[in-house]
């Protein structure tokens, strides 16, 4: 029997499907196979039936994401089979798939406070640690307490918040590891004054991003006492257009994708903004989206 038939068993496993379905920009060619494991000991055994030499790809909600048309030529994980919240006075554990949304509402129907900013973000968890993921001055290294990883030969272990050297938006997880679980320590609260906080973040975000259209937040991270957005303004790229992907004119670190855009639109527009930037400011702009394979 080949690994691919003996996967199958473990949960649903497809060959050819569209990254761009599973991607908040919509863009992206076909995962030569797409895996979604019935839970962590489906997952787990699969991991340690694919071959070392085939590339894995663990994928959230793909809001993070900008993926080559030419796709990837590996397995994908998706984790929407684990997504299980639960708590213990003001520990919080929950598994990878768990929309971050999700597991704001969870906490504030708990009384637990310190993951608000998550209702704004539009990733599962395992993303949101991957990516240190953070908005109005909460980051999930303020309140993880450990992980649980997976290693590509299908081991596990927990490896404590110490170990990841988290910093803004960055993460060091073991070499080839999947995030399969989280446990956070948060404060005990009121749950209407945590869902206000919630309210009013969603607020202020949607008066100033261009969430109508497809997008990956923010593109860049902001250097150092400065705005990525407030740079590219000033450099003039508020609002450009290469193909079908634009620097959005309500918020110039956001790129958004008009119609059918493809991944050197808008890798295209990235390097313009870090070469505008550059020349004029002298500042080197990270992306913050992950940029996935194949593009030249
Ligand atoms: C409208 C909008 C607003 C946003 N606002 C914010 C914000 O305020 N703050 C912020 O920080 N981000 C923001 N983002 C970006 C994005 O939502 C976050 O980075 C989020 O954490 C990504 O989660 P995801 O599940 O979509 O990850 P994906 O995009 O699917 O993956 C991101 C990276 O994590 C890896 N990964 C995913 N799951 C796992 C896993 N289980 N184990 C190991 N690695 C994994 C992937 O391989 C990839 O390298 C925003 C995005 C959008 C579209």
Known sequence: ???????????????????????????????????????????????????????????????????????????????????????DQSELRAEAGARMAKVAQYCAAQGLAGLEFMATVPGDLGGGIAMNAGAFGQQISDTLRSVRILHRNGGISEINRDQLQMDYRHTVLPTGALVISARFELQNDNSESIRDRMREMRRQRSSTQPLSLPNCGSVFKNPPGDYAARLIEAAGLKGIKIGNARISSTHANFIVNEGKASSEDVLTLIRMAQQAVEEKFGVHLEPEVRILGGIS
């Open 1 to 87: 029997m080949s690994w691919q038939q003996s996967i199958s068993r473990l949960g649903r496993f497809d060959e050819k499907i569209s990254l761009a379905s599973h991607t908040t920009l919509a863009i992206g060619g076909p995962a030569r196979w797409y895996f979604r494991p019935g839970g962590e000991s489906e997952l787990s055994e699969a991991l340690s039936l694919i071959p070392d030499s085939t590339p894995i790809l663990p994928l959230g909600r793909g809001s993070n994401l900008l993926v080559s048309d030419q796709g990837f030529d590996g397995v994908v994980i998706d984790f929407g089979g684990l997504g299980g919240i639960s708590s």
